[in-house]
């Protein structure tokens, strides 16, 4: 299975500031097509899982533009421009290259 | 709207099995996967196999083979997710996902439905 190790564990952070999130596969994801299968979901606090970023920089509809994702193969980065107090939950990566579908432990966004 | 919508929480001895459905509407049933998910306390989200709703087939994690079984119904648009053996280990929110925005993509999501297993 492909291990998904994401950090930091917890990020505190300012209204108005930026923050970001890493995370790192055991294998390349990326696919022979070019794309790399890697998604990013927030779980905000009481709700489902949302999907925020697909192939690892398409931002789903409805996601603000505040929020991008980047990176290839093993190492990617969620970037949040400017943190709003909408944006607390947690954050997971997921690779979907191969089954089984795995995901990263999750980040803890919260205010400062 | 695309929706998902779980059937109510669901409390077992071990030992048992549940059956957990996923009704969808907003969209075409056939023309989607449909995954679930699970989140046992304290622990990272765990995928536990997907349906082709076109289909019917179906892939597993090596996890969960043999005790997992995913079924749909197209008729009533609704995805069946049931776990047999049922240990206390097991106790989890257990969350189906279709693949509307990307064919590997988990979105959107239905609103969980916990499972208890408990003597």
């Known amino acids: 299975d492909i291990v998904m190790t994401q950090s930091p564990f917890s990020l505190p952070v300012t209204p108005g500031e930026p923050a970001s999130i890493s995370c790192r596969s055991s294998q390349s994801l990326l696919h022979t097509n070019g794309d790399n299968y890697l998604d990013w979901y927030v779980q905000k606090p009481g709700q489902s899982p949302q999907l925020l970023i697909y192939?690892?920089?398409d931002r789903a509809s409805g996601v603000p533009d505040r929020f991008s994702g980047s990176g290839s193969g093993t190492d990617f980065t969620l970037k949040i421009s400017r943190v709003e107090a909408e944006d607390v939950g947690i954050y997971y990566c997921m690779q979907a290259l191969q089954p089984p579908w795995t995901f990263g432990e999750g980040t803890k966004v919260e205010i400062k | 709207q695309v929706q998902l919508v779980q059937s109510g929480a669901e409390v077992r001895k071990p030992g048992a099995s549940v059956k957990v459905s996923c009704k969808a509407s907003g969209y075409s049933f056939m023309s989607y996967a449909m995954h679930w998910v699970r989140q046992a306390p304290g622990q990272r989200l765990e995928w536990m196999g997907w349906i082709n709703a076109a289909n019917d087939n179906t892939r597993y994690s090596q996890k969960f083979q043999g005790r997992v079984t995913i079924t749909r119904d197209p008729s009533a648009s609704t995805v069946y997710m049931e776990l047999s053996s049922l240990t206390s280990e097991d106790t989890a929110v257990y969350y189906c996902?279709?693949?509307?925005?990307?064919?590997?993509?988990?979105?959107?999501w239905g609103q969980g439905t916990l499972v208890t297993v408990s003597s």
């Open positions: 192939l690892g920089s």
């Open positions: 996902a279709t693949t509307f925005t990307a064919i590997f993509s988990l979105d959107p």
